[in-house]
């Protein structure tokens, strides 16, 4: 591949990249605000949310609220015993996380009836697998016999307070409205790209508007993620502005993920190995790709699943939606890192019943034709 053609290349899958996350940013900001409202209605309850029988019923229905926001509201209902093991496990198996906004998403690269109804087949897969395998973890009594370890974030205050330099809350109010500025420019195309079209008089503009939307996002995130270490996704202040810009960190995370997924997806496909072969390999090995896409899944966080989903969306007709079901049921989402800071040994064990049950689900996925 000859320069001009790499830069096109690269230039293509930016724009992709920022035209899905038109649409992933106005929807993972308004639910992080309706997630930051409903915690705060969970935090007031003093009891058990409704009879233990139903815990994972409620896990299983949060967990199928797109964005990580539910299974961050469990785990601290969970924490505060609130809630029982099975309804949290009910939660992680069921939500899709931030890779719900990708396949809602519609653009070149997705097709918004498909991926609707990948969308449909995965929650009502992770809905079902949620409630049995949390009535089970429930009446078996599956979980370690362990005790919440409180966690002191006064060092992480210390360091909060030496990085909140003027350096640093200049970078963020820049990151913060150029990425909400861009989004909101985007939005009417995403919106419209829904019914496959596109506002042409300014195809050009939202073409440029697009890719740095993707550098911005790329950029804001890996500053914010190991550079100002304090901008962390299980942050617990509550006020609007804290969430708000959380949320953006996270449309940041999603929009570098998917171009990961997108770059690297297609320069396998259509570089190094080419459409056909790839094709073939995917068909003759499908229960191999169902077992990656649950390895892929199970890693902490969101970005595993927004690159398995992605890599979904540009190959739907050879990519087996069961490897899709498994990735997402591996899933745990942002709501894992609290439950580990809070209990590691229940967080381990989340993720390691999340792999095995997304195997078994996975696997009877595509038995049954998926």
Same mark, same amino acid.
């Given at each position: 591949?000859?320069?001009? +053609? ?8 930016? +724009? ?92 070149? +690269? ?68 150029? *990425?909400?500025?861009?989004? *909101? ?16 008089? *300014? ?84 229960? #191999? ?35 899709? =079901? ?29 792999? =095995?049950?997304? #195997?078994?689900?996975?696997? *009877?996925? #595509?038995?049954?034709?998926?």
């Amino acid at each position: 591949m000859e320069f001009n +053609e790499f830069t096109s290349f690269v230039l293509d899958n930016l +724009e992709a990249s920022g035209a899905i996350g038109g649409y992933v940013s106005l929807s993972i900001i308004g639910f992080a605000l309706i997630s930051f409202a409903t915690k705060k209605r969970y935090d007031k309850a003093s009891s058990q949310i409704g009879p233990k029988w139903v815990h994972p019923i409620i896990g299983s229905l949060l967990g199928v609220i797109p964005g990580c926001g539910a299974t961050i509201v469990v785990a601290s209902l969970y924490k505060n015993k609130k809630i029982s093991f099975g309804g949290l496990l009910a939660t992680f198996i069921s939500t899709l996380g931030e890779g719900s906004f990708v396949l809602l998403g519609a653009s070149k +690269e997705a097709d918004v009836v498909g991926n609707l109804q990948a969308f449909i087949t995965i929650t009502i897969f992770g809905f079902i697998a949620g409630v049995v395998f949390g009535y089970l973890s429930d009446i078996f009594e599956f979980r370690l016999n362990s005790k919440n370890i409180p966690v002191h974030h006064t060092e992480d205050k210390i360091l909060q307070t030496k990085q909140n330099t003027k350096a640093g809350i200049f970078f963020e109010d820049l990151g913060f409205y150029t *990425i909400i500025g861009m989004a *909101i420019f985007l939005a009417p195309n995403s919106i419209m790209a829904f019914w496959g079209g596109e506002i042409e008089s *300014i195809s050009s503009l939202t073409y440029w508007v697009s890719v740095s939307l993707t550098l911005t996002c790329i950029i804001f995130y890996c500053v914010s993620r190991f550079i100002y270490k304090h901008l962390d996704f299980y942050c617990d202040e509550d006020d609007i502005k804290s969430t708000t810009l959380h949320a953006i960190i996270d449309v940041a995370m999603v929009i570098t993920y998917v171009f990961i997924g997108l770059f690297v997806a297609n320069y396998i496909i259509d570089v190094l190995v080419g459409e056909d072969t790839f094709k073939l390999w995917m068909k003759s090995s499908t229960y #191999l790709v169902v077992l990656l896409a649950a390895l892929i899944g199970v890693i902490p966080g969101c970005g595993g699943l927004i690159v398995v989903a992605v890599t979904y969306i540009g190959n739907p007709e050879v990519f087996p939606m069961a490897a899709l =079901i498994a990735a997402a049921i591996a899933s745990s989402g942002d709501g894992i890192f609290p439950l580990l800071a809070e209990n590691r040994k229940d967080g381990l064990l989340v993720s390691g019943l999340g792999f =095995i049950i997304a #195997l078994v689900v996975g696997y *009877i996925a #595509l038995f049954l034709g998926f």
